[in-house]
């Protein structure tokens, strides 16, 4: 949680408890219809130990769950967020499908890419 509220600058929406499960949502706060929850992987009473350990072996190779954002300006929002100890994977590039974008790894090795956001759209 601290690192999409004290890095990412998200606000902290829902913060439930159920019984031994626990899940945070979190969002931009200049977007208030947009919202990631945050819980632990494979959790339920519905999955194998087998499961959880192929979840959390995706995880880790970034192929199970990702975010895609946006910033105004890429490398500053890069700069910023790499500077907080980030896992970073990839640093601001020029893709050959045309976005310049960067990627990172959430504490919870979760994949965030950050594309530049075109100029028509701010």
């Known amino acids: ?13 829902l913060d439930v408890g159920y019984g031994d499960m626990r899940w945070i949502t979190v969002g931009p706060k200049d ?4 919202a990631i929850v945050l819980h632990p992987p494979g ?7 087998d499961e959880r ?7 880790a190779k970034g192929t199970y769950f990702g975010i895609n954002l946006a910033a105004d300006d890429l490398d500053e929002t ?3 967020i790499a500077a907080s100890g980030v896992d970073v994977v990839q640093e601001p590039i020029e893709q050959d499908y045309g976005v310049r974008d960067a990627a990172v790894r ?6 965030i890419r950050i594309q530049q956001r075109a100029k028509e759209d701010h």
């Open 78 to 80: 890069f700069a910023a």
């Open 31 to 34: 977007q208030p219809d947009t």
């Open 1 to 13: 949680m601290a690192f999409y509220r004290d890095v990412l600058g998200f606000e902290v929406r």
């Open 43 to 49: 959790v339920g009473n519905d999955i194998t130990d």
């Open 106 to 111: 959430d504490p919870a090795g979760n994949l």
């Open 53 to 59: 350990e192929t979840i959390l072996a995706l995880i």
